[in-house]
DNA sequence: CTCCATTTGTTGAAAATTCAACAGAAATTC
DNA sequence: GAATTTCTGTTGAATTTTCAACAAATGGAG
């Protein structure tokens, strides 16, 4: 545990409490580490939702998988990073999505109930823990807005471009390597994959973007 | 606002809080409400983040209009629930969508700064009225969730059947009411409106469901 | 009750997406 | 380093959506 204290610190969960404390207070959630090679699953759709996670290396991916076996990407997520913390807060029985290894992975894992409820000394951390964790969930909803202000767009060819600048505004910059392959691309815009690379080449031959695998410029 | 009282007794936000409180926290926190009358703006993209309003009769919708005046429908809200939670506990400058009166609509809006920070006395009711932001935006993410579910699938046909299969199973009965006229149900799903209307008379000619306006029945 | 505005359903043509299949490039494995 | 797997781009056909326009049905205002 010792050795992800830097990447913990950054966590949004841990916001505002002190260094010196981390360490007990990671103690008394029961937190526990557990690591999970590339394409293994963190946790199954219909799992019981008790756990919050949280990256400490790696990177992963919630997805969701409709009856047809369609793959939706719902989001990436990297280190320090917290998934499934809604299902937990919202205290539903099962979550409703997939999170899978996107590489090899350290996750962290923190039964929820000790940070909403088991605290019989009323402590100051666990009111901050819960303040982050709004926090946390105000902001996520900021990122599900702006998914679906993507996906809601009625061509390949706008969702595309409106995924493109909104990773360009957060960059700061017209060049930038997004953290999707383009199979993985097309389950995030919803969209198919050989249609994507096939509106990908024509937007480079009109002169819009530049564009080597990962790797995007907007001219 | 005495009137009011059954209505707000029953907002997520006042979970807890007991009915002899409530007035006197309302005062607290500089509750105010409005009047709007059907179709007028309550919050328009690009205005302060700073209010969470709370519907008190009437209903109003959720929406996000594009560059090209596409309109999308990210929700519909209707006496005692909560609006703009999201932006105002993120603390961004702008809200990113637009809240308009579907019907005319009493609504009251609290400044949510005097919810996060504005108590010098660190009384149990802002931990209490924090905690249940949390749980509030743990389900309003459920929502969300349960919006990309549907739109993420690639045919009208199969976006319809999913909200509809949601309706009944919220409902728990295969009669139910959506809350949405053709127009507005095609801007939540994402699809075009004549489009759907196509479908839901296929649908219907092959005896998969009946439907009468905005009532539906599965068979 | 009548008129007017809104909503809904229908249609056909144009545009876009999906689907399946394949070949070359790149990366990984042994 | 060779073989194998994965990823990417391309293609054409089939399916589906969008778009525009119109008529019927509905609902509300005066």
Redesign the interface.
């Known amino acids: 545990m010792q050795k992800y204290l830097e990447i913990i610190k950054q966590c949004p969960l841990f916001e505002g409490i002190a260094d010196d404390h981390l360490l007990t207070m990671l103690g008394c959630l029961g937190a526990k580490t557990e690591h999970f090679d590339k394409k293994y699953t963190i946790m199954a759709e219909g799992n019981p939702a008790k756990y919050i996670g949280i990256v400490l290396t790696g990177s992963a991916q919630i997805i969701?998988i409709?009856y047809y076996g369609?793959r939706?990407i719902?989001s990436g997520i990297g280190p320090s990073e917290m998934f499934a913390?809604?299902?937990a807060?919202?205290e539903?029985p099962a979550i409703?999505?997939t999170v899978i290894a996107n590489e090899p992975c350290d996750i962290m894992l923190i039964n929820c109930d000790h940070i909403?409820h088991t605290c019989q000394n009323n402590c100051g951390f666990h009111?901050q823990l819960?303040?982050n964790?709004?926090?946390d969930?105000?902001?996520?909803?900021?990122l599900?807005?702006q998914?679906?202000?993507i996906?809601?767009?009625?061509t390949t060819r706008d969702k595309l471009m409106a995924y493109l600048f909104f990773q360009a505004k957060k960059v700061g910059s017209n060049r930038f390597t997004i953290p999707f392959d383009r199979q993985e691309l097309a389950d995030y815009l919803?969209v198919d994959r050989s249609g994507l690379s096939a509106e990908i080449g024509k937007l480079r031959r009109e002169g819009v973007l530049e564009s080597h695998k990962k790797q995007f410029e907007l001219l």
């Open positions: 969701q409709d369609n939706s719902l913390e809604a299902f807060c919202a539903i409703p999505v909403l009111q819960i303040f964790l709004m926090k969930l105000a902001l996520k909803t900021l599900f807005h998914k679906i202000e996906t809601s767009k009625r919803e």
